[in-house]
């Protein structure tokens, strides 16, 4: 059975950093494709970054770009998110989620608020 | 990038009912390999989401038949035949063809 496991969510300030984990089980890590979604409380679905399989290729939305790293460690099944300069428009549940293309699994979230 | 709009926003509908809901892209989803990376999901309230159909029209292990995905190009359409108590919740069609990924805005499905 595939689990997808977040953690790392937090309350921070405005400019500050968090660090996002997402461990993985029940299917080969390594070289599957990973994402993270995020949802904005009230809100809809909003992709954030995917990190590819084989050449861990990383794609970004725009409103994250420059401030989020999506990276992965194949040896701990652990996919992570780095989170800079975060702003308050960032406060939402972050869901992990296998594929890019196709995803087919999704975490049960870690809820991240940005506030002073 | 490449808009994805749902409608309707808010499909209120009797138990036993058909339901409908539309989905169209700013641009033809038909990926370069051939395959147009269509997906729908499912948020319950309270839940994550999960997929019921990828790739246009194939429903995912587990779906109950009276869900189905159709269509082509810019156009798609997710139907449940009779709707029952344990549909309401939120249906998103996402795109997987093209860099940034986008979803719909979202329709909100409830028991009239």
Redesign the interface.
Known sequence: EVQLLESGGDLVQPGGSLRLSCAASGFTFAGQAMSWVRQAPGKGLEWVSSISGSTDSTYYADSVKGRFTISRDNSKNTLYLQMNSLRAEDTAVYYCAKGATLIDQWGQGTLVTVSS | DVVMTQSPLSLPVTLGQPASISCRSSQSLVHSDGNT?L?W?Q?RPGQ????LI??VSNR?SGVPDRFSGSGSGTDFTLKISRVEAEDVG?Y?C?Q??Y????????TNLEIK
């Not at chain 2, 994550?48 to 997929?51: G, L, T, V, Y």
């Not at chain 2, 860099?99 to 979202?106: A, C, I, K, L, V």
């Open positions: 990376y997906n999901f948020q994550s989401p999960r997929r990828y790739k995912d939120v998103y996402m997987g063809t860099w940034p990924r986008t979803f719909g805005q979202g």
